[in-house]
């Protein structure tokens, strides 16, 4: 990428950030209805108070820096970044170009604790006509028993669907009729709810958040029809083109290592015998207000957010709940394999897997570096090896989880018809053994760093995004303002960095390999790994680990929308990782007269 293209495109990201979105529909200005809790204004750049609906600046005058987030003084950096990958490969010594820094990311971040154990964090901008409240809680696929696989899906479902005095869906059309959204997401480590609104609706949405934790435990009905819905869902994903190769990978990279080597799809054995009281039991140990993180980030004024919060979230009761025990994951000394057979698959692919160490990890950063040197962007390693020079594969896409415990860092390779996978593997592996014999060069390491930061800072475009990023850091980290110094983090890993875990982490007695065939002719040969090869990822008829498949953000989940069926994965957009999230968007409903919510 040029340096002017770069320039450009990073612009335009930062833009993007100043810009967010247009001003709230009309509606939101209508008087509250009985029993509602009545709006908040918001307030303008000056301070006056002003409506959500009020118009945004001609594109002309608005900022195209992104709130928090500055440039260094001018000079090193703003040299640094339009550095041309010429000058970045040059030697250091006389003439060498000048170390290139980071934008500097300043988001304004209160944190206050509650009585009852709830985290709150604030993170306010005047100039956004939107906001957004995120509630992250302690829960997901790690902490479900071995025998209850998918119970943290399920919950999570039944909880989107309503609370304490609404209804299911009722809340969905009070955010739709207003012109905002509710979202739904359960990780491996955390389970999030996210309601954007125009900035004058805060206490609705902080409303419906706590009606949402003081609901009561899952009812026989609801749990009934999310168990049915489960074992759909699961079904899609098994039959989707690519699904079993991605689960039987985890399996195979964790193996022995519960809270990541089961699907959180679930087993089908499991959703099929699932109970009640395992779903009560799971909700009662983790949606309570000491296992969430409270954040508000967007269009607000702190003071009247938080007695908005203290109105609504203090008399809500502390659950108890054991921590999560973690335990060793067992160590691997020799490369491991499987293969799948999938029926929908039209060519093969390769998927390999690392277990890597854990987020909060130092070298974390520096194999997010690995990764988008060897397949971020068209101008990657593997991506113009593969898919460029030697036109072997369809698409390459290399990721890193940020997940809690053992991560998972891993290279999905979709090849040509015609490609044998014997010779990409080769290709693959080479490439892997470069990184760590020579490392990158300082050109191929700027650019990687520019991508990152591209990523992450567009990332950040919308008040939904950094309530959502704010509340992960905050529960995986235990201090919001860690987001803020992401950058600095990437901007600080060497070719030394690089090069070593490259060495120590991707080798190939730590690796596993997964391929996928497509549907073998009528007397054609098997696959040279099936040969002899008892792991095999093909589904088995009643069920079981290797049955179980979802694709994700690199592998862990899926996504879903509600009313319309079970939904096929999609890739994740995070820059520095890929780890799954299965969610739920809510649909927009025809406007109707609101029920009366009751508040306790």
Same mark, same amino acid.
């Given at each position: 990428?040029?340096?002017?293209?770069?320039?450009?495109?990073?612009?335009?990201?930062?833009?993007?950030?100043?810009?967010?979105?247009?001003?709230?529909?009309?509606?939101?200005?209508?008087?509250?209805?009985?029993?509602?809790?009545?709006?908040?204004?918001?307030?303008?750049?000056?301070?006056?108070? &002003?409506?959500?609906?009020?118009?945004?600046?001609?594109?002309?005058?608005?900022?195209?820096?992104?709130?928090?987030?500055?440039?260094?003084?001018?000079?090193?950096?703003?040299?640094?970044?339009?550095?041309?990958?010429?000058?970045?490969?040059?030697?250091?010594?006389?003439?060498?170009?000048?170390?290139?820094?980071?934008?500097?990311?300043?988001?304004?971040?209160?944190?206050?604790?509650?009585?009852?154990?709830?985290?709150?964090?604030?993170?306010?901008?005047?100039?956004?006509?939107?906001?957004?409240?995120?509630?992250?809680?302690?829960?997901?696929?790690?902490?479900?028993?071995?025998?209850?696989?998918?119970?943290?899906?399920?919950?999570?479902?039944?909880?989107?669907?309503?609370?304490?005095?609404?209804?299911?869906?009722?809340?969905?059309?009070?955010?739709?009729? =207003?012109?905002?959204?509710?979202?739904?997401?359960?990780?491996?480590?955390?389970? &999030?709810?996210?309601?954007?609104?125009?900035?004058?609706?805060?206490?609705?949405?902080?409303?419906?958040?706590?009606?949402?934790?003081?609901?009561?435990?899952?009812?026989?009905?609801?749990?009934?029809?999310?168990?049915?819905?489960?074992?759909?869902?699961?079904?899609?994903?098994?039959?989707?083109?690519?699904?079993?190769?991605?689960?039987?990978?985890?399996?195979?990279?964790?193996?022995?290592?519960?809270?990541?080597?089961?699907?959180?799809?679930?087993?089908?054995?499991?959703?099929?015998?699932?109970?009640?009281?395992?779903?009560?039991?799971?909700?009662?140990?983790?949606?309570?207000?000491?296992?969430?993180?409270?954040?508000?980030?967007?269009?607000?004024?702190?003071?009247?957010?938080?007695?908005?919060?203290?109105?609504?979230?203090?008399?809500?009761?502390?659950?108890?709940?054991?921590?999560?025990?973690?335990?060793?994951?067992?160590?691997?000394?020799?490369? =491991?394999?499987?293969?799948?057979?999938?029926?929908?698959?039209?060519?093969?692919?390769?998927?390999?897997?690392?277990?890597?160490?854990?987020?909060?990890?130092?070298?974390?950063?520096?194999?997010?570096?690995?990764?988008?040197?060897?397949?971020?962007?068209?101008?990657?390693?593997?991506?113009?090896?593969?898919?460029?020079?030697?036109?072997?594969?369809?698409?390459?896409?290399?990721?890193?989880?940020?997940?809690?415990?053992?991560?998972?860092?891993?290279?999905?390779?979709?090849?040509?018809?015609?490609?044998?996978?014997?010779?990409?593997?080769?290709?693959?592996?080479?490439?892997?053994?470069?990184?760590? &014999?020579?490392?990158?060069?300082?050109?191929?390491?700027?650019?990687?760093?520019?991508?990152?930061?591209?990523?992450?800072?567009?990332?950040?475009?919308?008040?939904?995004?950094?309530?959502?990023?704010?509340?992960?850091?905050?529960?995986?980290?235990?201090?919001?303002?860690?987001?803020?110094?992401?950058?600095?983090?990437?901007?600080?890993?060497?070719?030394?960095?690089?090069?070593?875990?490259?060495?120590?982490?991707?080798?190939? &007695?730590?690796?596993?390999?997964?391929?996928?065939?497509?549907?073998?002719?009528?007397?054609?040969?098997?696959?040279?790994?099936?040969?002899?090869?008892?792991?095999?990822?093909?589904?088995?008829?009643?069920?079981?680990?290797?049955?179980?498949?979802?694709?994700? =953000?690199?592998?862990?989940?899926?996504?879903?929308?509600?009313?319309?069926?079970?939904?096929?994965?999609?890739?994740?957009?995070?820059?520095?990782?890929?780890?799954?999230?299965?969610?739920?968007?809510?649909?927009?409903?025809?406007?109707?007269?609101?029920?009366?919510? =009751?508040?306790?």
């Amino acid at each position: 990428m040029s340096r002017t293209l770069f320039h450009r495109a990073l612009t335009a990201a930062l833009a993007t950030l100043g810009l967010l979105c247009a001003g709230a529909p009309g509606s939101a200005k209508a008087a509250p209805r009985p029993g509602e809790p009545a709006p908040i204004a918001a307030r303008s750049p000056a301070g006056a108070r &002003t409506s959500a609906a009020a118009r945004p600046r001609p594109a002309s005058t608005q900022r195209a820096r992104a709130p928090g987030v500055q440039r260094k003084p001018a000079g090193s950096a703003a040299r640094a970044a339009g550095a041309s990958a010429g000058n970045a490969a040059r030697p250091r010594g006389a003439g060498a170009p000048p170390a290139e820094a980071p934008l500097e990311l300043a988001l304004p971040i209160e944190r206050i604790t509650l009585k009852n154990g709830l985290r709150v964090v604030l993170s306010p901008d005047e100039s956004s006509p939107t906001v957004a409240v995120a509630v992250t809680y302690d829960a997901g696929s790690r902490d479900e028993p071995s025998g209850r696989s998918g119970v943290a899906r399920v919950v999570m479902d039944m909880m989107a669907r309503g609370g304490r005095n609404l209804p299911a869906g009722e809340a969905q059309r009070l955010a739709a009729e =207003r012109g905002g959204e509710l979202h739904a997401e359960t990780d491996v480590d955390r389970t &999030t709810y996210t309601a954007a609104l125009p900035a004058n609706e805060l206490a609705l949405a902080l409303w419906i958040e706590a009606d949402r934790m003081r609901a009561p435990a899952p009812s026989a009905q609801g749990f009934e029809e999310q168990r049915r819905d489960a074992l759909e869902r699961r079904g899609a994903v098994l039959g989707a083109a690519y699904g079993q190769g991605a689960i039987r990978l985890r399996e195979l990279v964790f193996q022995g290592y519960w809270p990541h080597e089961h699907p959180a799809l679930g087993e089908a054995d499991d959703l099929a015998g699932a109970e009640l009281s395992w779903a009560r039991d799971f909700h009662a140990a983790h949606y309570g207000p000491n296992r969430a993180v409270l954040a508000i980030a967007g269009g607000f004024d702190a003071g009247a957010a938080m007695a908005l919060v203290h109105e609504y979230f203090d008399g809500i009761p502390a659950v108890t709940a054991a921590p999560f025990k973690d335990a060793p994951l067992p160590e691997q000394t020799s490369q =491991r394999t499987g293969v799948v057979r999938d029926t929908a698959a039209r060519a093969p692919a390769i998927l390999y897997g690392w277990a890597v160490p854990p987020r909060e990890h130092p070298d974390h950063h520096a194999l997010a570096v690995a990764a988008s040197l060897l397949g971020r962007g068209e101008s990657s390693r593997l991506e113009a090896l593969l898919v460029g020079d030697k036109a072997v594969a369809r698409s390459v896409r290399v990721a890193i989880d940020g997940h809690r415990g053992p991560d998972l860092f891993s290279i999905d390779v979709r090849l040509a018809e015609d490609a044998r996978v014997g010779d990409v593997e080769k290709l693959i592996e080479g490439e892997i053994r470069a990184l760590a &014999t020579a490392g990158p060069s300082q050109a191929e390491l700027t650019r990687a760093r520019r991508l990152l930061q591209s990523a992450f800072v567009s990332g950040l475009a919308d008040a939904s995004a950094r309530a959502r990023a704010l509340g992960e850091h905050e529960l995986l980290f235990g201090d919001a303002a860690h987001l803020n110094g992401e950058l600095a983090r990437c901007f600080a890993v060497t070719r030394e960095d690089v090069q070593r875990v490259a060495r120590d982490l991707l080798g190939p &007695t730590r690796r596993t390999i997964v391929e996928t065939y497509p549907p073998a002719a009528p007397g054609a040969a098997p696959p040279p790994r099936a040969q002899g090869h008892a792991s095999t990822g093909a589904p088995q008829a009643g069920g079981g680990a290797h049955a179980a498949a979802q694709t994700a =953000r690199g592998q862990g989940a899926e996504k879903a929308t509600p009313g319309k069926g079970p939904a096929k994965a999609a890739p994740g957009k995070s820059p520095a990782k890929a780890h799954g999230a299965a969610s739920r968007h809510a649909p927009k409903q025809k406007p109707t007269k609101p029920a009366k919510p =009751r508040k306790k």
